[in-house]
Nanobody
Framework: VQLQASGGGLVQPGDSLRLSCAAS????????MGWFRQAPGKEREFVAS????????YYTDFVKGRFTISKDNAKNTVYLQMNSLKPEDTAVYYC???????????????WGQGTLVTVSS
């Protein structure tokens, strides 16, 4: 499956941004979808994941209450709504697809190209 992430940009602290990730697969609904991010000089880290039917979601602690992951199987698209953005949220954000439920990047089988989010005043 091919993934295309979009929606990144430059925003100020406290602003909101919504990332989108469009998938090419007609079997999109079978995949667990995840968002990861990588800040300069740091390792890629898990942000959020959503199950095949959207009934299950999981967030890393530093985005709980601020970010929301959602999935539209009819549009083959997964979203990451990011509110109350902080400078430490600055990173390249990647979407990924997995055959099974996972929060570690090694378990994800397909990756998008990443979209840059910069939070700065």
């Amino acid at each position: 499956v091919q993934l295309q992430a979009s929606g990144g940009g430059l925003v100020q602290p406290g602003d909101s941004l919504r990332l989108s990730c469009a998938a090419s697969a007609r079997t999109f609904s079978r995949y667990v979808m995840g968002w990861f991010r990588q800040a300069p000089g740091k390792e890629r880290e898990f942000v959020a994941s959503i199950g095949q039917t959207s009934g299950r979601t999981y967030y890393t602690d530093f985005v709980k209450g601020r970010f929301t992951i959602s999935k539209d199987n009819a549009k083959n698209t997964v979203y990451l709504q990011m509110n109350s953005l902080k400078p430490e949220d600055t990173a390249v954000y990647y979407c990924a697809a997995s055959y099974t439920w996972a929060t570690d990047y090694e378990s994800y089988n397909f990756w998008g190209q990443g979209t840059l989010v910069t939070v700065s005043s």
